[in-house]
């Protein structure tokens, strides 16, 4: 299969940390992506892993992936009100096809 | 975003007329995507080149015609707009480790 999914919405206060979910199907996922999109912008590279690595920090962002359980998380430190967008992941599949997946987004919001 | 220039940004179509949406990258990147943003969805891939001249289709194909001539260059035709394909379209250019986006392009078909 070809889905990636992840959670349509997420509400956290400024301060807090917010930790965005994503599963993927694809066993021969070699980059896995985090996205952000703010309301008519395209869409902002944040950071990627690969799939032999288990974490990658980058300031605030904390990447965490679980290969076994194909469950990319990302987690947002000290989140604050300009981190309010939506969130894609996406995989890019190396099984022969080379297609770069996303999952439909989750929307973060964050409240003052 | 860097090196990825989409044209045109906004246009509007009368239904059955014909167009074509430019993507072009300047980071000698092999693989290119097109997609197609509606409201309140994700990116569905529409089609993908691997290379030059290469295509392939993605999830929703139906509607679109695709051409990559030049490694630098990937072309989205739609040869009879319907309004079904109001969208946004999203271009991208991939190393196979970094993916840059395009800013996009408004079409409203109507």
């Known amino acids: 299969g070809e889905d990636v999914e992840q959670s349509l919405f997420l509400s956290v206060r400024e301060g807090d940390s917010s930790v965005i979910n994503c599963t993927y199907t694809?066993?021969?996922?070699?980059?896995l992506y985090w996205y952000k999109q703010e309301p008519g912008a395209g869409l902002q590279l944040l950071t990627y892993?690969?799939?032999?690595?288990d974490m990658k920090q980058d300031q605030r962002l904390t990447v965490l992936l679980n290969k076994k359980d194909k469950h990319l998380s990302l987690r947002i430190a000290d989140t604050q009100t300009g981190d309010s967008a939506i969130y894609f992941c996406a995989e890019f599949q190396t099984d022969s096809s080379y297609k770069l997946i996303f999952g439909s987004g989750t929307r973060l919001l964050v409240r003052p | 975003n860097a090196g990825v220039t989409q044209t045109p940004k906004f246009r509007v179509l009368k239904t059955g007329q014909s167009m074509t949406l430019l993507c072009a990258q300047d980071?000698?990147?092999?693989?290119m995507y097109w997609y197609r943003q509606d409201p309140g969805m994700g990116l569905r891939l529409i089609h993908y080149?691997?290379?030059?001249?290469?295509?392939a289709k993605g999830e929703v194909p139906d509607g679109y015609n695709v051409s990559r001539l030049k490694k630098q260059n990937f072309l989205l035709g739609l040869e009879s707009a319907a309004p079904s394909q109001t969208s946004v379209y999203f271009c991208a250019s991939s190393s196979g480790t970094e993916a840059f986006f395009g800013q996009g392009t408004r079409l409203t078909v109507v």
């Open positions: 980071m000698n990147h092999e693989y």
């Open positions: 892993i690969f799939s032999n690595m």
């Open positions: 080149s691997v290379g030059e001249g290469t295509t």
């Open positions: 694809d066993s021969s996922s070699t980059y």
